[in-house]
């Protein structure tokens, strides 16, 4: 009978690598891989130096590596990199002024300016106060109305009488 001469460790755990590597391989891509082969090499090293027999390692470490993916695969979920959207698939807005939109913005400030100008000067105070960021009960305090029901109407017949100076539509041009 011939005698079988123990394998070195190392060699074991040379071979044992490149499983390794080939069972992460199909489930992650390479590099993570090589990178997932080399924290089961360290932990086998570190955790486990009794384990001499490739009987034994081999499926201690293919477990080993089981649960390193799907932990890799928790964290991913955790932090939402499979929801992620490439950096070059994604519509990044142009910030740069465009001139139409920056004309047509302009041309609609001319006109409510004009067609504020034309409203008495009670609707004039109110769109005054209201640009100002006050409230109707404050609006009321500052104009001496008795009742906020009021300045509720006043509010509605000067929206009414700008949407009329404006040309009946607060969009396109005033014919």
């Not at 799907?70 to 950096?87: C, I, L, M, N």
């Not at 609707?123 to 009742?147: N, T, Y």
Request: overall charge positive; hydrophobic content about 40%; aromatic content about 6%.
């Amino acid at each position: 009978m011939k005698a079988v001469r123990p394998v070195p460790r190392e060699e074991i755990l040379t071979q044992l690598r490149e499983r390794i590597v080939r069972y992460a391989a199909f489930h992650l891509s390479r590099d993570a891989a090589e990178d997932l082969a080399q924290e089961v090499l360290l932990l086998l090293h570190e955790k486990y130096p009794h384990v001499e027999t490739v009987e034994e390692l081999l499926p201690l470490s293919l477990q080993i590596v089981r649960f390193k993916i799907v932990a890799q695969r928790r964290k991913s979920s955790r932090r939402g990199e499979y929801t992620q959207v490439p950096v070059t698939e994604m519509q990044i807005p142009d910030l740069d002024a465009n001139p139409a939109e920056e004309y047509e913005r302009k041309e609609m400030q001319q006109r409510l300016l004009k067609a504020i100008a034309g409203l008495g000067e009670r609707c004039r105070e109110l769109f005054r106060l209201k640009l100002a960021g006050r409230s109707f009960a404050q609006i009321q305090a500052a104009m001496g109305v008795a009742a906020i029901n009021t300045i509720y109407t006043w509010d509605f017949r000067c929206r009414k009488n700008l949407l009329e100076a404006m040309g009946g539509e607060w969009e396109g041009s005033a014919r």
